[in-house]
């Protein structure tokens, strides 16, 4: 078991290490090799941090929704907390899109918001929706009740993303200018730096799912060690919690000591 | 009698004994038809103006049958006589949902002629536009009965739903509402993009019928 957590903590180590290398080599890519754009000059350079965070939290929610489709499949409440923990992520990136999105909209259109800019109006309701998956966790208190609607949402927002940017794309007929729309007209360098951005991006999304993970299953093991120093039937804690509680290696031990 | 034609029975005979959701969906509407004409400052409309005032006035007038639908089984335990009976849960869903459409057809057929009554001159587009709206109720139905077990279910109740459902039913007002404008223009109908729109729509309806089809049973459970 030891090794095993062991074993776990090197990779999650390795993987902090590939994101900040794929990370730095992206971004120095992007600000040193590929061109500026002739068009809209430096402020282009914000595509290699927006655009990648914007797929990366839309894949982040489908991938969520997936794996939802897996907690009720199994009923296995690690399933539940890694769909949670992939919302609360893509959530928190999210943020960062629209951030982006705005400064981006500032520097080249001249405006801090574009309704014409489909994907920009698609990413706002898809986070709107994504940003009730709090207060419906909340709303609940029975922790199975409270895993599995939770469930339900992640898989009816995962089908929701697709056909909200259809819908969205179909309300634009007039096309706005886009970066990608003439994919075939961005040169080679600045499509390598943008793959590369990309894949440290994912990489970042990945460590971190990674790190919450494994930090609340080390906040629950403590816990639980509290507890049981402390005369072993400490009050349980008042304080309703959204958060699902990973299974711990501590308890899974414990588990089959007594087997 | 089929497990699904009895509890849709059961359903509408509730409501037409109590009348809870229906004439307050319908006075919902017309209060909200007179708030646009002074919101708006605007004795007719047409094109986008018209199908912008209709079609979110209904979705909103929707969302009050949403939060009352699975009101009675909360509070008289008709859950726990679903999971008792030996049927398939998911009729439950077919049930419900199939009763949220027909609350919103008797709906549109109350507060759609009274707009036109107080803002259209041309109604030719009138006909075409009820498919639209028949392809948005099934969608307002399909999601409506997932988050109204949902919200049922929950501590925040009436809350839950309208905040979870405005993002979620963005689509089907892109398409009811973009369909509408090119309907209810006040030159006559225009069929130019008609056929996107009802394709959205079925695609929307088609994909969350599926999804409330294999999720239901998980929300029942104890």
């Given at each position: 078991m030891d090794m095993a957590r062991a074993l776990r903590s090197i990779t999650l180590r390795r993987l902090a290490i590939a994101t900040v290398l794929v990370m730095g080599a992206g971004y120095g890519l992007a600000f040193l090799y590929a061109p500026e754009?002739?068009?809209?000059?430096?402020?282009?350079?914000?595509f290699y941090l927006h655009v990648p965070l914007a797929i990366v939290a839309l894949v982040g929610f489908i991938v969520a929704g997936l794996l939802a489709i897996q907690h009720l499949r199994t009923g296995d409440s690690k399933w539940d907390a890694r769909s949670y923990v992939s919302i609360h992520l893509s959530v928190i990136f999210g943020v960062g899109v629209l951030l982006t999105g705005a400064i981006w909209a500032k520097g080249?259109?001249?405006?801090?918001?574009?309704?014409?800019e489909p994907t920009l109006v698609s990413f706002l309701i898809v986070f709107l929706l994504y940003a009730t998956y709090y207060p419906l966790r909340y709303a609940i208190e029975d922790r199975d009740r409270q895993a599995r609607y939770a469930s339900v949402f992640a898989i009816t927002a995962g089908a929701f993303v697709p056909l909200n940017f259809a819908a969205v794309r179909a309300a634009?007929?007039?096309?706005?200018?886009?970066?990608?729309?003439?994919?075939?007209?961005?040169p080679g360098s600045m499509l390598l730096a943008f793959l590369v951005c990309l894949a440290g991006m994912a990489l970042l999304w990945v460590t971190l799912v990674r790190f919450e993970l494994t930090s609340k299953r080390a906040s629950g093991d403590l816990k639980r060690i509290r507890r049981a120093l402390g005369?072993?039937?400490?009050?349980?804690?008042?304080a309703r919690s959204i958060a699902p509680v990973a299974t711990s290696a501590m308890s899974q031990m414990r588990a089959e000591g007594r087997r | 009698m089929s497990p699904f034609g009895a509890l849709l029975r059961k359903d509408l005979r509730v409501e037409l004994r109590t009348l809870r959701s229906l004439p307050a969906m319908a006075l919902f509407a017309v209060s909200a038809f007179v708030i646009f004409r002074f919101g708006l400052d605007r004795t007719t409309l047409d094109g986008g103006l018209a199908a912008g005032v209709l079609v979110p006035t209904l979705l909103f007038a929707a969302l009050l049958a949403i939060n009352r639908l699975f009101v009675a089984e909360r509070e008289e335990g008709g859950f726990d006589l679903i999971r008792l009976a030996?049927?398939?849960?998911?009729v439950l869903f077919a049930a419900k949902a199939s009763a949220l459409v027909i609350y919103l057809v008797i709906l549109e057929l109350i507060a759609v002629p009274i707009f036109a009554l107080f803002?259209?001159?041309?109604?030719?587009?009138?006909l075409p536009f009820a498919l639209v709206l028949l392809l948005t109720n099934i969608g307002l139905a399909a999601t409506g009965t997932v988050i109204s077990t949902i919200a049922t279910m929950s501590s925040a109740r009436d809350l839950l739903a309208p905040l979870i459902l405005l993002p979620l039913l963005i689509p089907l007002v892109i398409a009811a509402a973009g369909a509408g404008e090119h309907l209810l223009a006040s030159d006559g109908p225009d069929y130019g993009r008609f056929g996107t729109w009802l394709a959205l729509l079925g695609l929307y309806d088609l994909i969350f019928l599926l999804v409330g089809y294999a999720t239901f049973d998980f929300l029942l459970e104890d």
């Open positions: 754009d002739a068009d809209q000059g430096f402020i282009q350079k914000i080249s259109w001249g405006v801090w918001w574009e309704w014409r634009q007929p007039l096309v706005h200018p886009r970066t990608f729309s003439d994919a075939g007209g961005l005369g072993g039937d400490g009050p349980p804690s008042p | 030996p049927i398939d849960r998911t803002f259209l001159d041309s109604v030719s587009g009138l």
